[in-house]
Nanobody, 115 residues
């Protein structure tokens, strides 16, 4: 069983920045594929960014150029740096770990972009 815990959410003004963190348990973290997703009220959960075990990254078009995903295998942690935030980025952000074909999700962290 892999535990996934997100942190770093909060209230930020439009144009501001936040960095989300996601810690995953297990000694094989470097082999995990990690991703960030978000779900706005009344909407489905959507993919935001992904980082492979080799460090390759990809982001959704809606956040490309503003959000960056990275990982620190020594800390079993993946990050989502979010810059130039917009009100439409408001959502609960979830972290997903894919471990040998099994999905593990965190509880989510709320990000609210508002003046």
């Amino acid at each position: 069983q892999v535990q996934v815990v997100e942190s770093g959410g909060g209230l930020v003004q439009p144009g501001g920045s936040l960095r989300l963190s996601c810690a995953a348990s297990g000694s094989g973290f470097s082999f995990y594929v990690m991703g960030w997703y978000r779900q706005a009220p009344g909407k489905q959960r959507n993919w935001v960014a992904l980082i492979s075990s080799a460090g390759s990254t990809n982001c959704a078009d809606s956040v490309k150029g503003r959000f960056t995903i990275s990982r620190d295998n020594a800390k079993n942690t993946v990050y989502l740096q979010m810059n130039s935030l917009k009100p439409e980025d408001t959502a609960v952000y979830y972290c997903r770990a894919v471990v040998r074909g099994t999905d593990y999700w965190g509880q989510g962290t709320q990000v609210t972009v508002s003046s």
